[in-house]
């Protein structure tokens, strides 16, 4: 048997390609919210895989996009700065018969020496004809991957091949964490989360970019009911009553959906009182984004 290796490995790549579906296949339960929107992620988010051989702590990274106000540019600058810490960057891509030419502007800007870099090419199942082999083959002729990797995380299809890989690469050392830690964010982060992704899911037009989810009461009863009051904040009173929606049927179905999904990530019942507060102007303000998205 050989010695353990651990390390940390950045996952990387445009707004909408799969990451955080990816991540969540790896560690077999959901701790990363997903959409079909972009930028869904914010922080950047540890996720740590455990085996008998090999502990990977993948930094979930927010989707590369061109930067629109504060609020995006500071999810960009997040994205960036995983790369100064990590001993393997795992990039994903669709399989779009081509190099991307966002990534291939990013490339040429990436800094030296770069750790090595692997391709997954995600969502196979969406491929038309060749495009799968002329993604593998023009990503491959840019010599920026190491390896190369199609996948489809919906369906758990190369997930084992693409964590054997990683490992592959990673220095031998001892774990980084305990082992039975999946996480580096606390119960709390994790529940503001889940109920900004429904919000995400749920809404339309700018409502998702303008959202943020503070905790405001976390306590859990005699009976064994954990007990949350959630605030939901957004940019201006319009953005509201959307949220709120006709009789309150929009907030009642947020606080359903999200409450299982706590449920789930507790193993215990959940009272969920979810409010909505406005801050505005919040997305363009420093100080606002760095209170209502700094966590933990």
């Known amino acids: ?18 990451k955080s579906t990816f991540l969540n296949a790896v560690m077999g339960e959901k701790l990363v919210i997903t959409s079909d929107k972009p930028q869904t992620t914010r922080n950047r988010i540890r996720c740590v895989y455990t085996d008998a051989d090999a502990q990977i702590v993948f930094v979930d990274t927010p989707g590369l996009h061109v930067p629109q106000n504060l609020l995006s540019r500071r999810i960009l600058r997040e994205a960036f700065r995983a790369l100064r810490e990590v001993d393997v960057i795992v990039y994903m891509v669709e ?6 030419d966002y ?22 199942d969406t491929a038309k004809g060749n495009a799968l082999e002329e993604t593998l083959l023009a990503y491959d002729a840019t010599g920026k991957f190491v390896e190369l990797i199609p996948i489809c995380a919906t369906q ?32 709390e982060f994790l529940i503001s989360e889940m109920i900004r992704e429904k919000v995400v899911q749920l809404t339309y037009q700018e409502i998702p970019y303008s959202t943020a989810v503070r905790i405001k009461w976390l306590h859990e009863r005699d009976d064994g009911v954990h007990e949350i009051k959630a605030e939901i904040v957004v940019d201006r009173d319009s953005q509201k ?4 929606g006709k009789g309150g049927s929009l907030i009642k179905k947020i606080g359903t959906q999200a409450r299982l999904d706590i449920e789930r990530l507790l193993g215990k019942h959940v009272f969920l009182d979810l409010r909505v507060g406005v801050r505005k102007g919040w997305t363009h303000d ?4 760095e209170r209502l998205t700094k966590r933990d």
């Open 95 to 100: 399989p779009w018969g081509k190099v991307a």
């Open 286 to 289: 420093a100080a606002e984004i």
């Open 241 to 244: 009553g959307i949220i709120i």
């Open 156 to 187: 758990g299809l190369g997930i084992a091949d693409a964590v054997h890989t990683i490992i592959s690469y990673l220095p031998e050392r001892p774990p980084l964490f305990p082992p039975e830690m999946k996480t580096d964010r606390s119960e």
């Open 1 to 18: 048997m050989g010695s353990f290796k651990a390390g940390l490995v950045g996952v990387l790549g445009q707004t909408n390609v799969g």
């Open 103 to 124: 990534d291939r502007h990013l490339f040429d800007r990436l800094p030296e020496p770069l750790p090595p870099m692997i391709l997954l090419v995600n969502k196979v």
